[in-house]
Nanobody, 122 residues
């Protein structure tokens, strides 16, 4: 079992920055973590994740603005979000999957946090 808790969401103006945190607990040694988001009326979508080798991958819509990182112990994952746009408004979720599974496939992520709201005003 893996437990995930996100924090760091909030309200920010366009062009601003936020950093989301995700704390993992439990047996997460064989898991890789990623970030997804879901805007009102839309499907949940991939934002960023680590691949099986630790390489970071990003959705095209956030590439160059968002950075995923983790601490040395591996139980904290962060999403630094810069130059935020109103279209980034969504609930952001941290999720965990078996390390060698496809990082893009939502179905491969078996553990999810409760989500944290990010609202970007224009």
């Amino acid at each position: 079992q893996v437990q995930l808790v996100e924090s760091g969401g909030g309200l920010v103006q366009a062009g601003g920055s936020l950093r989301l945190s995700c704390e993992a607990s439990g047996s997460f040694g064989n898991y890789a973590m990623g970030w997804f988001r879901q805007a009102p009326g839309k499907e949940r979508e991939f934002v960023a994740s680590f691949g099986w080798s630790g390489t970071a991958y990003y959705a095209d819509s956030v590439k160059g603005r968002f950075t995923i990182s983790k601490d040395n112990a591996g139980n904290m994952v962060y999403l630094q979000m810069n130059n935020l746009e109103p279209t980034d408004t969504a609930v952001y979720y941290c999720a965990a999957r078996i390390r060698d599974r496809n990082y893009l496939e939502i179905a491969e992520y078996h553990y999810w946090g409760q989500g944290t709201q990010v609202t970007v005003s224009s």
